[in-house]
């Protein structure tokens, strides 16, 4: 049904993600060599992956195969000015629930600082982590796993200058379509304007009808 096809395809691309677009084809290309018009199991593919990025992959494929469930990502976002320090807590809510285990998730976060993309890498294995980036700059945004290759529900909730940043970013097609959704919840003339810009002037249609989902959302005079 829709979970398997859908979930099969989410795993292939935090697959892809964790072993590096070159590893990852020659894993493909490999699989495809050594099975080609055979039976698999999950297990093949497994040793196959293993094989090539010489990566031990048991707990991958454990978490997001063989186990149930997903992690639930409440992340919140502070800035230091005295220590020039951004702060990036990560709370695995799920993990309130003695039924629920803890998941292991490594991503990145992402911070635009004068118009430079600087990338950090996250690794997640605790109910609860701090991280601490120095930063030249307090950034105008702050993207989690920007890359969008965890299959997590994520709440981060930021400043609403911020979603006006990243929905205007042409170069971040997935931050527009976010932002877009944060802003739904809003009710000021402002974020109406720039809604309305971006229904009217973003390249992807994909973001459009984000823009205009949340202008429905909305559901005022002005955003009507």
């Known amino acids: 049904d829709y979970r398997a096809y859908q979930k099969g395809a989410w795993v292939v691309h935090m697959l892809r993600a964790r072993l590096g677009e070159g590893p990852f084809r020659r894993c493909v290309q490999t699989y495809l060599q050594r099975y080609g018009l055979g039976t698999v199991t999950t297990e093949d593919l497994r040793a196959v992956a293993e094989e090539v990025s010489g990566q031990g992959l048991d707990r991958f494929f454990d978490q997001w195969v063989f186990g149930g469930g997903l992690p639930r990502l409440k992340v919140t976002y502070a800035w230091s000015d005295k220590t020039r320090l951004a702060r990036i807590s990560?709370?695995?809510?799920?993990?309130?629930?003695?039924?629920?285990?803890?998941?292991q998730v490594p991503t990145k976060v992402r911070f635009l600082v004068a118009g430079q993309r600087i990338d950090r890498d996250l690794w997640i294995e605790r109910p609860q982590h701090d991280f601490y980036f120095p930063l030249a700059a307090e950034p105008c945004v702050v993207r989690f796993d920007p890359e969008y290759t965890v299959l997590a529900e994520v709440t981060f909730d930021v400043a609403k200058a911020m979603l006006y940043e990243q929905l205007e970013d042409g170069n971040d097609v997935i931050g527009q379509v976010l932002a877009a959704r944060s802003l739904a919840k809003e009710r000021d003339t402002k974020t109406v304007e720039r809604l309305k810009e971006i229904l009217n002037q973003a390249v992807f249609y994909g973001v459009r009808c984000e823009a205009a989902r949340a202008l429905e959302e909305i559901h005022t005079d002005e955003a009507l």
Do not use: E, I
């Open 90 to 103: 990560v709370q695995q809510t799920q993990a309130q629930d003695a039924k629920d285990r803890v998941f």
